[in-house]
C-alpha cells in the first residue's frame, strides 16, 4: 500500500512538470477556390483555413495575401490581411474573401503568407505560407455566358420572330386547303 | 409557225412545266428568303455571343448566300408541288368555276374549261407557293439549331453561318 503511494506519487510529479514543457504552436494553412468555374467579372471565392497542429498557442497570427493584384482582382469582400491574437493548440479558425476578377486567362494563384509567434514567450515570429491553389484559368464572360446561361428571354425573341416566317405562310396555305378539300368533299357527297 | 400566237392552254402548260417564276412570286421568294435567313442571326449574336462588329462581313456576306439558296429551295420545292396540288384540286376547282360560270350562257364549253384551267392552275400556284415557303423555313430553322447547337457545338461560333450555308 506504501509503495503503491509513492508510486502514484512519482506519476503525479512527472506529469505535472510535463505540462509545463509544451511543443511550439504549429501551424498548416490551405487556400481553396470555391467556384467550379473562375469567370471574368464574377465573384470568385477564397477560403483560408489556418490549423494549429501544435501544442501551444500560436500568437500574433497574421495572415497576408499579396498574390492578388488590384489591376487583376477587384476586391468585393473580405480583408486580405487578417490578423488573429490567439489560435489555440487544437483549434482551427478561417477566413473568407470574395474577389472579382477584371480579367481573363491563365493565372498563377500562389500561396498567402502566414506569420505567428510559435509560444508566448518567441520573439522572433514563424514564417509560413498557405497551400497554393496552382495555375489556372479565368474564363471570359461571353464564353461562360454562352455555355451556362438559359438564355430564356433570348429565345422567347427568337420564336417570336419565327412565328411570321412560318405561320402566315402556314395559315395562307391551309386556308386554300381546307376550302377546296371542302367544296370536293361537298361534291363527292351529291354524287 | 414563227410569230404564231400561243394560246391561253399552251400558256399555261408552258408554265406548267417551266420552273421559272413570275416577278411577283420571284419577289415574294427572295423577300421571305432574306428574311428567314436573317432569324438564326440573333442566334448568332445573342446565345452564341458573336460580336456584331467584328462578325459584320461574315454575316453579311452568308445571309445573301444563304437568302439566294433558300430562294433556290422554294423554286424547287413549288415546282414539284405545284403538279401534286393541281391534281388535287382538279374536282374542287372544276365544281367552283362550273358552278360560277353554270348560268352565264354566253361562254362557250371551250371557254369555260379555259377559265376552269386557268384557276385550277392558280390555285394550284397559290399553294404550292405559301406551303413551299412554310416547308422550306421550317427545315432552314430547325436545320440552323441542331447544325449550331449540337452537330457544330464543339467548333468557333464564327464557322456556324459558312457551315450553316454548305
Given at each position: 500500500?506504501?509503495?503503491?503511494?509513492?508510486?502514484?506519487?512519482?506519476?503525479?510529479?512527472?506529469?505535472?512538470?510535463?505540462?509545463?514543457?509544451?511543443?511550439?504552436?504549429?501551424?498548416?494553412?490551405?487556400?481553396?477556390?470555391?467556384?467550379?468555374?473562375?469567370?471574368?467579372?464574377?465573384?470568385?471565392?477564397?477560403e483560408?483555413?489556418?490549423?494549429?497542429?501544435?501544442?501551444s498557442?500560436?500568437?500574433?497570427?497574421?495572415?497576408?495575401?499579396?498574390?492578388?493584384?488590384?489591376?487583376?482582382?477587384?476586391?468585393?469582400?473580405?480583408?486580405?490581411?487578417?490578423?488573429?491574437?490567439?489560435?489555440?493548440?487544437?483549434?482551427?479558425?478561417?477566413?473568407?474573401?470574395?474577389?472579382?476578377?477584371?480579367?481573363?486567362?491563365?493565372?498563377?494563384?500562389?500561396?498567402?503568407?502566414?506569420?505567428?509567434?510559435?509560444?508566448?514567450?518567441?520573439?522572433?515570429?514563424?514564417?509560413?505560407?498557405?497551400?497554393?491553389?496552382?495555375?489556372?484559368?479565368?474564363?471570359?464572360?461571353?464564353?461562360?455566358?454562352?455555355?451556362?446561361?438559359?438564355?430564356?428571354?433570348?429565345?422567347?425573341?427568337?420564336?417570336?420572330?419565327?412565328?411570321?416566317?412560318?405561320?402566315?405562310?402556314?395559315?395562307?396555305?391551309?386556308?386554300?386547303?381546307?376550302?377546296?378539300?371542302?367544296?370536293?368533299?361537298?361534291?363527292?357527297?351529291?354524287? | 409557225?414563227?410569230?404564231?400566237?400561243?394560246?391561253?392552254?399552251?400558256?399555261?402548260?408552258l408554265?406548267?412545266f417551266?420552273?421559272?417564276?413570275?416577278?411577283?412570286?420571284?419577289?415574294?421568294?427572295?423577300?421571305?428568303?432574306?428574311i428567314?435567313?436573317?432569324?438564326?442571326?440573333?442566334?448568332?449574336?445573342?446565345?452564341?455571343?458573336?460580336?456584331?462588329?467584328?462578325?459584320?462581313?461574315?454575316?453579311?456576306?452568308?445571309?445573301?448566300?444563304?437568302?439566294?439558296?433558300?430562294?433556290f429551295?422554294?423554286?424547287?420545292?413549288?415546282?414539284?408541288?405545284?403538279?401534286?396540288?393541281?391534281?388535287?384540286?382538279?374536282?374542287?376547282?372544276?365544281?367552283?368555276?362550273?358552278?360560277?360560270?353554270?348560268?352565264?350562257?354566253?361562254?362557250?364549253?371551250?371557254?369555260?374549261?379555259?377559265r376552269?384551267?386557268?384557276?385550277?392552275?392558280?390555285?394550284?400556284d397559290?399553294?404550292?407557293?405559301?406551303?413551299?415557303i412554310?416547308?422550306?423555313?421550317a427545315?432552314?430553322?430547325?436545320?440552323?439549331?441542331?447544325?449550331?447547337?449540337?452537330?457544330?457545338?464543339?467548333?468557333?461560333?464564327?464557322?456556324?453561318?459558312?457551315?450553316?450555308?454548305?
Open positions: 500500500m506504501r509503495l503503491q503511494l509513492v508510486l502514484i506519487g512519482v506519476l503525479a510529479v512527472c506529469f505535472g512538470n510535463a505540462d509545463e514543457d509544451h511543443g511550439p504552436a504549429w501551424l498548416l494553412a490551405s487556400k481553396t477556390l470555391h467556384n467550379q468555374f473562375v469567370v471574368e467579372g464574377k465573384e470568385l471565392v477564397v483560408y483555413i489556418i490549423f494549429n497542429v501544435g501544442e498557442a500560436a500568437t500574433n497570427v497574421v495572415l497576408t495575401e499579396e498574390s492578388f493584384h488590384p489591376e487583376d482582382f477587384e476586391l468585393v469582400r473580405g480583408m486580405t490581411k487578417t490578423k488573429w491574437d490567439r489560435i489555440a493548440p487544437g483549434a482551427n479558425v478561417s477566413h473568407t474573401i470574395i474577389l472579382r476578377p477584371r480579367v481573363y486567362g491563365f493565372f498563377n494563384m500562389t500561396a498567402a503568407d502566414v506569420s505567428y509567434l510559435s509560444s508566448e514567450d518567441a520573439s522572433e515570429p514563424v514564417h509560413s505560407y498557405t497551400s497554393a491553389p496552382g495555375e489556372g484559368g479565368i474564363m471570359r464572360y461571353r464564353d461562360f455566358d454562352r455555355k451556362f446561361s438559359p438564355h430564356i428571354l433570348d429565345w422567347a425573341a427568337f420564336g417570336m420572330m419565327t412565328v411570321p416566317s412560318l405561320c402566315i405562310p402556314f395559315m395562307l396555305w391551309f386556308r386554300s386547303k381546307s376550302k377546296y378539300e371542302t367544296i370536293a368533299q361537298q361534291s363527292r357527297k351529291t354524287n | 409557225m414563227v410569230g404564231k400566237k400561243l394560246t391561253k392552254q399552251e400558256e399555261l402548260l408554265q406548267d417551266s420552273r421559272n417564276v413570275t416577278t411577283k412570286s420571284s419577289a415574294l421568294f427572295y423577300g421571305n428568303a432574306l428567314v435567313s436573317a432569324i438564326p442571326l440573333w442566334l448568332f449574336w445573342r446565345i452564341h455571343q458573336m460580336d456584331p462588329y467584328q462578325s459584320a462581313l461574315v454575316w453579311a456576306a452568308m445571309t445573301i448566300v444563304s437568302t439566294y439558296l433558300v430562294a429551295a422554294y423554286r424547287n420545292t413549288k415546282f414539284i408541288l405545284k403538279h401534286k396540288v393541281a391534281q388535287r384540286r382538279e374536282e374542287a376547282v372544276n365544281r367552283e368555276v362550273m358552278k360560277s360560270l353554270g348560268d352565264d350562257k354566253k361562254m362557250s364549253r371551250k371557254e369555260k374549261d379555259e376552269a384551267l386557268w384557276k385550277k392552275n392558280e390555285v394550284a397559290y399553294e404550292a407557293t405559301t406551303f413551299a412554310f416547308y422550306n423555313n427545315f432552314y430553322l430547325v436545320l440552323a439549331i441542331i447544325l449550331s447547337f449540337y452537330i457544330l457545338k464543339t467548333t468557333t461560333p464564327t464557322m456556324y453561318p459558312l457551315r450553316l450555308n454548305v
